[in-house]
Nanobody, 117 residues
Framework: QVQLVESGGGLVQSGGSLRLSCAAS????????MAWYRQAPGKERELVAR???????SYADSVKGRFTISRDNAKNTMYLQMNSLKPEDTAVYYC???????????WGQGTQVTVSS
């Protein structure tokens, strides 16, 4: 069973920065694609950014140029550097990973990000 531990959320003023982390442990197999999703109150969960095992990345249009996703494969850890935060970035942020070979998806418990205006 894979455990995902997220950290780094909090309250920040508009224009500020936060860095989220997601550490995966307990996997017998390599971690494949890792991603950050977010869900604001009353809205559906949406993809924020994705990073593939080879390092390729993709971003939602709403965060391009402001957010940067990265990973440390040796530590099975993913990061999301969030700059120039806006009130509309307020949401619970979830990490999602795919474990290779077993092709299983795991979700983190979520971390709250609140951006005040």
């Amino acid at each position: 069973q894979v455990q995902l531990v997220e950290s780094g959320g909090g309250l920040v003023q508009s224009g500020g920065s936060l860095r989220l982390s997601c550490a995966a442990s307990g996997s017998r197999f390599s971690i494949g694609t890792m991603a950050w999703y977010r869900q604001a109150p009353g809205k559906e969960r949406e993809l924020v950014a994705r990073i593939y095992s080879g390092g390729g990345t993709s971003y939602a249009d709403s965060v391009k140029g402001r957010f940067t996703i990265s990973r440390d494969n040796a530590k099975n850890t993913m990061y999301l550097q969030m700059n120039s935060l806006k009130p509309e970035d307020t949401a619970v942020y979830y990490c999602r990973v795919v474990v290779l070979v077993e092709a299983t998806v795991y979700w983190g418990q979520g971390t709250q990000v609140t951006v005040s205006s």
